[in-house]
């Protein structure tokens, strides 16, 4: 099972990768938007081992192996560079030199993944279901480049989102894949059992979801 993920919070809730099995092997790529200081003030009960690099290297102490997978933290997934640099981070320390950039990046995780601030958003009267669209589709776009760097030629985005999500629904997750690009989206009729965490940490929601699943050529 080989796979990126995006946004990550919690470490005991992280996103589940195994709808993709990819040849027995398991070399996950996870990412946060959080540095790694203001994320372990969050959940400060996983234990994290520092990755070492020769030299400097540009995201000190921004790099952990978390439960045998690599977490890069201060990963902002609307950037490109980002990701890139996140994904020769894993090529570095994942896989023995042998991993192909398409069997980390070629399939991406979300769960639901909302705009920092939505509350203060909602509070204000603004549009938190068209900031999330746009959030959605910007991480897509962002995510087609890095393929582009990589000479990949297609991505496979795993979205866990329930249907009737208010702050996402079904229509607009559709409305934000097309616009990256998307040319084929599924529904899995399965039901997903998930656990989803708060942005600031405080709180966490144990939910039933629903999967949408979308190839975007590159």
Known sequence: MCAMTVAEGDAEYKTDVSV????????VLRTSLDRFETWHLKYSHV?????????????????KLIDGEIWVFDTDATNAE?????????LTKLGGGGLRPSEILGNVYIKNLNIEGEQDLIDAGGDVVAANRALYTAVCLAFRVAAEHFNLHQLNFMVFSHDLNHKLPHAALRAALLAAGATDIVSDPKKYRVISGSN????????NTNLTIAVIPV
């Not at 993709?20 to 092997?25: A, F, L, T």
């Not at 234990?47 to 790099?63: M, S």
């Not at 980002?82 to 894993?90: D, K, L, R, S, T």
Request: net charge negative; proline share 7%; glycine share 10%.
């Open 82 to 90: 980002n990701i890139i640099q996140a994904v020769n981070i894993a």
């Open 47 to 63: 234990i994290a081992c520092d990755i070492t690099f020769e030299g400097a290297h540009p995201k000190p102490n921004q790099v």
């Open 20 to 27: 993709v099995i990819n040849n027995g092997k398991k070399y």
């Open 200 to 207: 600031d940490g405080e709180g966490v929601l144990p939910h």
